[in-house]
């Protein structure tokens, strides 16, 4: 059909495709009940987007869909030429976590700081590669999408204004947008539209404009009436009458439900097994709907044209090849299951997940658990949830795996070795990728939910995270519960004590970290003496211990770069920077930190590098020169939400445009007012006075 009113959203949509082909794209979402229309707006979006001659990027959320699942489906084809572009390099390790075939043996998978901010900007650049007359990125059903794709898709739209990029995205909102979207609606670059339900008068003139011979207008008003102001079900309705006899409509087939059911009841046996396992299956392929089904190739191809000829499927670019017309034909469809039939199905499913021998998922995984806990197995389904947060980790989605986590959690109310094992890990990557408070918190809810079992290694992980977020007073008492249970030589208790002297016993921190990095290399543990040794670097330098100091990161720098701990090259770098800062203001290793960083993926890190390698040239050639760094550190701890970070670049800006009298700034049209730096002076010292920077 004709697409029914919507001319103002259309309009919306197509001054974004505008915008996005002058260069400076917009962001749109579209939010509303199912069956309102919001897909079909999209179709209409990427027509107008191929007339203009943009680049098209399509992905959507689907139940059971891995971290990022949305985001490979867009970009996963758009990309492949351009794996082997120098000028993408340092990135390729960013989206190999996502993306097939960005990855070499030589690549380094570092923990990832931040990792929807530092994946956004990995795919910033990949835009900026691949577009040559802009591009149009069409996000479906994001109330089905992880956490951390939305995280992605808010710092995509914070950057649309310099990019030609229009973002266009759908999300359910029955009666509320679900909690994942809020920040992402909240967002003040996303202008979000909300569609409601067609006026009676522009569903019957709809209807009347198909020109249905023979359809009474008796007929037209009970269709307008069962319509109810939904095109779903008004495009529904406009098929039957078209295949029907001559304005014929069986009004008692006049809801979705039972239009659905009758479209069914004409399937042959096999179309309806195949529509009854998608049902239950979700997102699936031909491997694991042949295996629930039971039929071989050529039944299953020939029941797949049965029902894409029924219409309740249509073509799609899924691994099926098909997708559910609607998702609320699908829901239609499984509810016509007996909760037997379903669990049977589910069951079947999870089996032969498990039982793949090719490296499963973390959205097969993650499919497996649920399809376990569909068929009222709780135990299996939480080892299916601890192994997909396994892979979570593993692909920097952090939030995911927490998710995941919870999950399992609460289907057995306790938490496993499995699962204290992946918690740890993503509690380090947490502290390591400069989310040390995110860390903690994680690691004190688990901590207060642990019943008898082994609290050590996350009593370890959980006091890390808490030194690095500067919570000493957590931090203490969770070194205290650590003492009571550790061994005298324990390694990680001697590098923990060598933090805890560091506030205020910086002699004796020197002393303990120099015992804590010796005992770590003794046992191997190098990433506990790089740690060790960092300790001695901030006890000694507070202490104007400079030699100890310089000599203490000296050695962190060559254990990490024998050991190939990229994270500890880095820090141990950037500090090395910090030192040559004092010394002369060399920024050389600031540099090679930044550099370093970069490829690791991590963001934050880079940020703090920006500001310091800002602060070098202040201190050489001025504030205004300074002033292009100083502001894309600020844009990125904007971004990144490091406020500590922020309230520095506040004050430095505040600075720049001080020192700049009436001169315009480099890449700024004129020069601020005096408000607007009385403004960054209030910020600066405001967020300096919440976070307390040291």
């Known amino acids: 059909m004709p697409l ?35 897909t079909r707006l999209l179709v209409e979006a990427q027509r107008e987007a191929e007339r203009q001659g943009l680049l098209i990027l399509k992905g959507r959320g689907v139940e059971s869909g891995g971290a990022y699942r949305p985001l490979v489906e867009a970009f996963a084809r758009a990309s492949a030429p351009l794996v082997d572009q120098k000028e993408l390099a340092s990135v390729r390790p960013i989206l190999a976590r996502v993306l097939p075939g960005w990855v070499s043996d030589q690549d380094v998978l570092a923990p990832m700081a931040d990792p929807a901010a530092v994946l956004a900007e990995a795919l910033i650049l990949l835009l900026q590669a691949v577009v040559a007359d ?15 794709t939305i995280s992605v898709l808010t710092y995509l739209a914070d950057s649309t204004d310099q990019l030609p990029l229009a973002l266009i995205m759908t999300t359910r909102s029955e009666p509320l947008l679900p909690d994942s979207l809020e920040r992402l609606s909240a967002a003040p670059s996303i202008r979000q539209l909300r569609l409601s339900r067609l ?30 102001g939904l095109p779903l079900v008004l495009d529904e309705f406009v098929r039957q009458l078209r295949e029907g006899p001559s304005g014929a409509i069986d009004m008692k087939n006049t809801t979705l439900a039972a239009a659905v059911q009758k479209r069914i009841r004409g399937l042959p046996a096999d179309a309806r097994v195949v529509l009854d396992a998608m049902s ?58 007996l909760p037997l039939e379903q669990q049977a199905l589910a069951r079947r499913a999870a089996d032969h997940l498990v039982a793949s021998t090719a490296d499963v998922s973390e959205g097969q995984l993650r499919q497996a658990a649920e399809m376990y806990q569909l068929a009222g197995y709780p135990d299996q389904a939480a080892r299916q949830f601890i192994r997909a947060a396994q892979a979570a980790v593993r692909n920097a989605a952090l939030d995911v795996a927490e998710q995941h986590l919870a999950a399992a959690h609460a289907l057995t109310g ?11 890990e993503r509690i380090d990557t947490l502290t390591l990728a400069g989310r040390a408070p995110d860390a903690y918190q994680s ?74 990095a010796a005992l770590a290399q003794q046992r191997g543990r190098f990433d506990v003496a790089c740690e060790a040794l960092l300790v001695v670097h901030y006890a000694s330098r507070r202490h104007h211990d400079t030699s100890v100091a310089g000599h203490a990161l000296s050695q962190a720098l060559s254990l990490s770069e024998k050991h190939q701990l990229s994270v500890w090259q880095v820090r141990a770098l950037a500090e090395l920077g910090m030192l040559d800062l004092d010394a002369d203001s060399d920024p050389t290793r600031f540099y090679q930190a930044r550099e370093r960083a970069t490829a690791a993926g991590m963001v934050g890190m880079v940020a703090t590098i920006d500001l310091r390698i800002a602060e070098t040239i202040d201190m050489r050639k001025g504030s205004v020169a300074a002033y292009p760094t100083f502001l894309a550190a600020d844009t990125q701890a904007r971004l990144l939400q490091l406020m500590g970070l922020y309230a520095h670049t506040r004050m430095h800006i505040a600075e720049c445009l001080l020192n700049a009298d009436d001169r315009p700034l480099p890449g700024r049209a004129r020069p601020a007012p005096p408000a607007g730096v009385d403004l960054r002076i209030c910020e600066g010292i405001w967020r300096g006075g919440k976070t307390k920077p040291i």
């Open 134 to 148: 802009g591009a149009v990125l069409l996000m479906d059903d994001l109330h089905w999408a992880d956490q951390d």
């Open 280 to 337: 239950v299956l979700g997102d699936t392929d031909s491997e694991l709907l042949t295996a629930v089904s039971g039929l071989d190739n050529p039944k299953l191809s020939t029941a797949m044209h049965h029902a894409l000829a029924s219409t309740l499927l249509v073509s799609a670019t899924t691994p099926l090849g098909v997708m559910w017309r609607h998702p609320l034909i699908r829901d239609i469809v499984r509810d016509l299951l």
């Open 4 to 38: 029914v009113a919507r001319r103002v959203e259309l309009a919306l949509l197509t001054d974004a495709i505008e915008a996005a082909k002058s260069g400076r794209g917009k962001a749109v979402l579209l939010t509303g009940e199912a069956g309102v229309g919001k």
């Open 414 to 424: 306790t938490m496993t070795d499995a699962a204290q094992e992946v918690l740890i």
């Open 443 to 516: 690691g004190a809810a688990a901590l207060h939910n642990l019943s008898g079992r082994d609290a050590r290694p996350l009593l370890v992980a959980t006091a890390r995270a808490a030194y690095g977020a500067d919570l000493h007073a957590e931090a203490a008492a969770l070194l205290t519960r650590f003492e009571q249970v550790a061994e005298p030589t324990d390694v990680d208790l001697a590098v923990l004590r060598a933090h805890a002297a560091l506030a205020e016993r910086r002699t004796e921190a020197i002393a303990l970290g120099q015992r804590a």
């Open 199 to 228: 006026q009676a008068s522009e569903v019957g003139d709809a209807l009347r404009a198909q020109e249905l011979r023979g359809l009474a207008p008796e007929a037209v008003d009970q269709l307008v009436t069962a319509v109810d």
